[in-house]
């Protein structure tokens, strides 16, 4: 029964890829809990739509994103003076651009995308983890519910998602179980995926660890707070979600 | 403390509906039981299984810590066999080092 729903999914996904492509593909930003996610997410927004504009609040505590946020209508635009700029550009790590060893084709310059953001995926809420950050009881409890909520909410999200940005953190063990799950529902699901090997500009990151454990996915090193190699990144979101 | 074990056979997995196999791991793993699988679950079902969690995530019970190895491809590339999973309450149990053919985990009495 499950098998069939599956592979009615992947059949309508193709059916819909084939006969009614749509104009604007929705990316979800997945990941585990302060991989970068949501400075990834403005990071796009400020330089493809408003560099005054965020789409949610970064900080170190986990699970700051408890409600999927949706940002529509970013046009991707390759010629943008923002992309352009070669200090953004640079890759110090430029063995691990890529595991597939292939470069990305130069398609059309221009891609319009919803840019979702999704809260961290995670196996266990401890609301004793939000006091270790200074939370009351009280607050830190209601934060932990909010946060179950938004696991719930991300997990949903996957069956509206056409394309998903999967954000590793370069200085952590990239072989955690919630990393295997959702490359392996993706797979599953036929969706598209890029994985982004996110605070390259860490002393202690290490991309080819990420690229090793899933060596059939691209993977691009990137520095969402500073901005380092992100125009390799756009590069290979317009080849792989037009 | 002791901490039980349940080894469940993939016979008695197979036997049961996804929704029943979910609930007999979550009822195990809430009773302080490290439940191993073997056959596994796929990723598909372990998303589930995170799903499940998470509603019934509570003061007492955190959550799950879950390893599993990661598929393999069968049938000529088309179909992919889970292995083995390990569940258990993440209050007790942690997983320590991971990779593709080892789980190292330490189960802690709390």
């Known amino acids: 029964m499950k098998l069939k729903k599956r592979r009615k999914g992947i059949l309508s996904r193709l059916l819909r890829a084939l006969f009614f492509r749509k104009v604007t593909a929705k990316i979800g930003i997945y990941g585990p809990p302060n991989a970068g996610k949501t400075t990834l997410a403005n990071r796009i927004i400020h330089t493809f739509v408003d560099e005054n504009e965020d789409i949610g609040v970064s900080t170190e505590v986990p699970h700051e994103t408890r409600r999927a946020v949706r940002k529509e209508g970013v046009l991707i635009d390759l010629k943008s003076q923002s992309v352009q700029n070669p200090y953004l550009n640079v890759s ?30 995670a196996t266990k809420i401890d609301f004793h983890d939000f006091m270790a950050f ?22 949903k999200w996957l069956d509206d998602i056409d394309g998903v940005l999967l954000l590793m953190d370069a200085t952590e063990d990239p072989y955690t179980q919630t990393n295997i799950v959702i490359i392996g529902n993706l797979e599953a699901r036929s969706i598209p995926v890029i994985v982004v090997a996110n605070k390259m500009d860490l002393a202690e990151a290490a991309p080819q660890r990420i690229a090793d454990a899933f060596p059939q996915h691209t993977v691009i090193p990137i520095s969402a707070l500073k901005g380092e190699n992100m125009g390799e990144l756009y590069k290979e979101m317009a080849r792989r979600f037009r | ?22 609930r007999f791991i979550l009822d195990g793993v809430k009773s302080g039981n490290i439940v191993i699988l073997e056959g596994g679950l796929t990723s598909e079902e372990q998303m589930q299984l995170i799903e499940l969690t998470m509603t019934e995530v509570s003061d007492d019970f955190p959550g799950i810590e879950i390893s599993g190895y990661q598929a393999k491809r069968s049938f000529f590339n088309l179909r992919k066999k889970s292995r083995l999973t390990v569940i258990g309450p993440a209050k007790v149990m942690r997983t320590i080092k991971k990779d593709k053919d080892l789980i190292s985990a330490v189960v802690s009495a709390v």
């Open chain 1, 92 to 121: 110090p790590d430029s063995n691990v651009t890529s595991t597939t060893e292939q470069k990305p084709r130069e398609g059309k310059s221009k891609l319009k995308l919803d840019i979702v953001d999704t809260p961290g995926l």
């Open chain 1, 134 to 155: 200074g939370l009351e009881e009280k607050e830190a409890k209601k934060r932990a519910k909010e946060a179950t909520e938004g696991v719930i909410e991300a997990i």
């Open chain 2, 1 to 22: 403390m002791e901490i039980k074990m349940d080894l469940i056979s993939e016979d008695k997995i197979n036997s049961m509906s996804s929704t029943e196999k979910l």
